[in-house]
């Protein structure tokens, strides 16, 4: 099992069927992007901040019943924002050697993993 | 009749065989796959051409030859040489490993140049193979990459962080068909109900939402459940909540699913998602 050194998920690098398997970090959920805006690393687009503000403001007019969505958390929903770092194990093709083979690196892999 | 006048070197007729090569055309061996362990073999026989007048016939050759393929679902090749003469048959196989059908893809090319730029004459043969199915000439019949039923495979994805969300992507060189998923969300001490819902994407955009009509709440454990085709329930006595998609949903390469929990506290613990999907190569 590896454990991603980014998002802290597990995964086996193996499945039992013998195939390979390509971890990508997820992006951030609402929890994540709520601590994210609070804490102000993530920066939202001017028009997301307005969307944002709304939702707020609609929350204060009318706060959502019990088991249902707010309307902020119904905005940041629509939002798929990658996290700092995030790995992405899928393969890219970068180039080819001299027999005409395919030479592949992961897309994106800033952290590494550490075996658990 | 005398095989000269075809302006060829004896044995002109040579069994029937239409392929005839010349010493710069060769064998192009690729082999997309995504299962370890799998080592594919081309073999066939080949009738060399007389070269001088003076020698004797030649007489019929087996050639043999092994790849063992990345798992990387990329290309991988091999050139084989044949000199003058023709091709009587070929065919590949899997010859160690266990790939299903769905998950190793060969083609055979006629092919000029072993490095650099390759020109590919043209195209012998392609589909998938097994230990047990191989393709061939003569006899096999041109199967592309998304013919066929595609491998069924199940799935152990990745146990996402506390407070993170499951999020499987479909790796590169691969097509599914999502057949069903099952994970599971405990929720932590902090009272708030959670909203869980199912979401597919290309990558960035999401086109297909669907969420358990029902909250959970603080310290409990439900079952999130997606189905092709399923009938829909909210949590049973089980703490099972099913959803469906729409049947024959392919999703190819970068395309994702997952999980969208509204009021989410940073204690929630989803489980690894196990989902079954239909595999095809595509390249």
């Not at chain 2, 073999?43 to 003076?54: M, N, V, W, Y």
């Not at chain 2, 090319?109 to 998938?128: D, F, K």
Request: net charge negative.
């Amino acid at each position: 099992m590896r454990s991603c050194n980014t998002c802290k998920g597990t995964y086996p690098d193996v499945q039992a069927d013998g195939t390979s398997y390509f971890h990508q970090c997820p992006p951030l959920s609402v929890a994540e992007l709520h601590a994210a805006i609070t804490a102000g690393t993530l920066v939202l687009t001017a028009a997301q901040q307005a969307q944002l503000a709304a939702a707020q403001t609609a929350d204060l007019k009318t706060p959502p019943a019990a088991g249902t969505l707010s309307q902020v958390d119904t905005f940041l929903q629509t939002l798929s924002v990658t996290r700092k770092n995030a790995r992405d194990e899928n393969v890219v093709v970068v180039g080819k050697d001299t027999a005409g083979n395919p030479i592949v690196h992961a897309k994106a892999d800033p952290t590494g993993f550490t075996e658990v | 009749m005398d095989p000269s006048w075809y302006g060829v070197p004896s044995p002109a007729l040579a069994g029937g065989s239409p392929i005839y090569v010349t010493g710069e055309d060769g064998l192009r061996l690729t082999v997309f796959n995504s299962v370890a362990g799998v080592t594919v073999t081309l073999s066939g026989r080949f009738l060399p051409a007389r070269q001088r007048s003076d020698e004797a016939d030649p007489r019929v050759g087996v050639f043999n030859q092994t790849l063992v393929p990345a798992t990387t679902r990329t290309a991988s090749t091999i050139f084989m040489s044949l000199g003058e003469g023709w091709l009587l048959d070929w065919s590949a196989q899997v010859t160690a490993g266990a790939p299903l059908k769905g998950n190793t893809y060969a083609i055979l090319e006629l092919a000029r140049g072993t490095t650099g730029t390759i020109a590919r004459v043209s195209r012998l043969g392609e589909g998938y193979i097994t230990s047990n199915v191989s393709i061939g000439w003569p006899g096999s019949t041109f199967q592309g990459m998304l013919d066929g039923e595609g491998a069924i495979r199940s799935i152990t994805g990745t146990t996402p962080g506390a407070g993170a969300q499951i999020s499987e992507t479909v790796p590169t060189g691969a097509r599914w068909e999502l057949l069903a998923v099952l994970a599971s969300l405990t929720t932590s001490a902090v009272v708030a109900n959670r909203i869980a819902e199912w979401t597919i994407d290309d990558g960035a955009n999401i086109f297909w939402r669907n969420g358990a009509n029902v909250t959970q709440t603080a310290s409990t454990t439900n079952k999130y459940i997606i189905s092709e085709g399923f009938n829909q329930f909210n949590i049973d006595t089980s703490n099972d909540a099913a959803r469906c998609h729409p049947i024959f949903m392919r999703l190819t390469a970068g395309f994702r699913f997952r999980t969208l929990v509204a009021a989410m506290d940073a204690g929630d613990q989803w489980t690894a998602p196990q989902y079954l999907v239909k595999e095809w190569l595509e390249a």
